[in-house]
């Protein structure tokens, strides 16, 4: 494709077609879950979304004879390269129709803006960071992605590849089902950690959920630390986040772990809001909202949840609680009427956790990449 033009996003207009874009290219895709629309107007809302009181950001359209074809962010997060003693940019929320050029003149225009700001590497995709949708995905193209896991064509990759980008690090996800049963041996081994131990596993306390929030993000930020592009996120940032997930929290599969009363380890799991999600198209309203109540409570068709993060204090490890929450978040997600589990995301590089997950009947089922692309 020839006479292909990027440009930076500059007016109202520019930022609803930069958010909608997908809703064309994924139209055919029957994988693909349209996010909310006004979810999403939220989240790139300068004045709502606390991530840009620490970023630099810009947002690219790829234009075709007037008509919009592919979309990409280059930003810049300070806490990140403070973190990590780094020099690198990022790309994000990239799509585009299914041509080479396009893709390769994307990443030119990101490439371009994070060099002029001192650069030295591109890092990517990430929406905008680690602790939003992060990674490409690479197998796994078969079924749609669960909660807050991004989801991308099977030549997304091949275009990465070629265009020069190289493996970061890819990032797990593990399916469980609630038909294949655990091994007795599992069992006896999780049963003489709780005899042991000490630990009391409990729901979060939704009266007390502020309180709540602040412990898990204490041991959520000591005990995610060491991990490969961790950055914690600002007070602001976590709370803003939690408040967002607080409308579909099912409080029987967010686990506290206590030893003597004191919260050590923490299993945030939530229900698959895209399975109904992927209904919606993108509209709340005006009728939306009454499918939502009729899919999640009427007709309960949300059988799946998705474990999203699981941290255990530094000093507490050793004492097996990470198999114990796992097993109690299966177990209590099953009671709750969840058939189907993913654990989501694991880094390639932790060992435990792939362990502990694979001694539970776990299958990986899915991986996402995250690229990297030294800059001049």
């Known amino acids: 494709m020839s006479s292909i033009s990027v440009r930076p996003v500059k007016t109202a207009g520019d930022r609803r077609t930069f958010r909608r874009l997908p809703e064309r290219l994924y139209r055919d895709d029957p994988h693909w879950v349209c996010p909310l629309r006004m979810e999403r107007r939220d989240f790139f809302d300068q004045a709502k979304n606390p991530f840009f009181a620490d970023a630099e950001v810009e947002l690219f359209l790829a234009e075709h004879d007037g008509r919009a074809v592919g979309r990409i962010s280059a930003h810049i997060y300070p806490a990140h390269n403070r973190t990590h003693n780094e020099k690198t940019g990022f790309f994000g929320f990239f799509d585009c129709e299914s041509e080479y050029d396009i893709a390769a003149t994307l990443w030119d225009s990101a490439r371009a803006w994070l060099a002029q700001r001192g650069m030295k590497r591109m890092r990517g995709p990430a929406n905008f960071t680690t602790n939003h949708e992060a990674g490409m995905l690479i197998d796994g193209f078969d079924r749609p992605p669960m909660i807050m896991m991004p989801y991308n064509p099977s030549k997304y990759p091949e275009f990465a590849e070629r265009y020069g980008f190289a493996k970061a690090m890819d990032l797990y996800a593990y399916l469980a089902q609630d038909s294949t049963p655990l091994p007795e041996r ?191």
Do not use: C
């Open 186 to 376: 599992v069992v006896r081994i999780i049963e003489r950690i709780r005899a042991r131990s000490g630990v009391v596993v409990r729901p979060i306390r939704m009266r007390q959920f502020d309180e709540e929030v602040r412990t898990i993000k204490a041991i959520y930020d000591a005990a995610w630390a060491p991990n490969w592009g961790f950055v914690p996120m600002t007070e602001e940032e976590f709370f803003h986040m939690a408040k967002d997930l607080k409308m579909i929290v099912d409080p029987r599969i967010v686990l506290v772990a206590t030893v003597d009363g004191r919260p050590v380890g923490f299993s945030l799991a939530l229900p698959d809001i895209n399975q109904v999600l992927i209904r919606l198209h993108g509209r709340l309203l005006p009728l939306g909202l009454l499918k939502l109540v009729w899919w999640t409570k009427i007709q309960r068709r949300i059988d799946q949840m998705r474990v999203l993060a699981m941290g255990i204090l530094p000093e507490y490890h050793g004492r097996g609680i990470d198999q114990l929450l796992h097993f109690e978040t299966r177990q209590r997600g099953v009671a709750a009427g969840y058939h189907t589990a993913e654990l989501s995301w694991v880094l390639e590089t932790n060992t435990l956790m792939k362990a502990v997950s694979e001694s539970l009947g776990h299958s990986r089922y899915k991986t996402y990449r995250i690229y990297d692309l030294p800059l001049p």
